[in-house]
């Protein structure tokens, strides 16, 4: 599956932006979604996940309340929409997919990667 992300930019601290993440292909409802970001000179990290049927999400502590993951199956998207945004979230957004089982946050267990987008917060 290739994965293309979309919707970063710059906001204002406390604005909203939402990313999009589409993907090709006919199998996308059968892959698990993550959104993972990356700032210079830190590992990339876990954000958020939703299991392929949408039933499950999972949140990083950091963006629990303000971030809210979801997929259209039919479109072959998911979102990431993030709310009362802080300067601490600037980085690339990256997308991923990973075929179902446990390990929702765990960065290895994903085989796709679309290219980021950058999201910049200013104070």
């Known amino acids: 599956v290739q994965l293309q992300a979309s919707g970063g930019g710059l906001v204002q601290a406390g604005g909203s932006l939402r990313l999009s993440c589409g993907a090709s292909?006919?199998?996308?409802?059968?892959?698990?979604m993550g959104w993972f970001r990356q700032t210079p000179g830190k590992d990339r990290e876990f954000v958020a996940a939703?299991?392929?049927?949408?039933?499950?999400?999972l949140y990083a502590d950091s963006v629990k309340g303000r971030f809210t993951i979801s997929r259209d199956n039919a479109k072959r998207t998911v979102y990431l929409q993030m709310n009362s945004l802080k300067p601490e979230d600037l980085a690339v957004y990256y997308c991923?997919?990973?075929?179902?089982?446990?390990?929702?946050?765990?960065?290895?267990?994903?085989?796709?990667w679309g290219q980021g987008t950058l999201v910049t917060v200013s104070s």
């Open positions: 292909g006919r199998t996308f409802s059968i892959y698990d």
């Open positions: 939703i299991s392929s049927s949408g039933v499950s999400t």
């Open positions: 991923a997919a990973k075929r179902g089982g446990n390990g929702l946050a765990l960065i290895y267990k994903y085989d796709y």
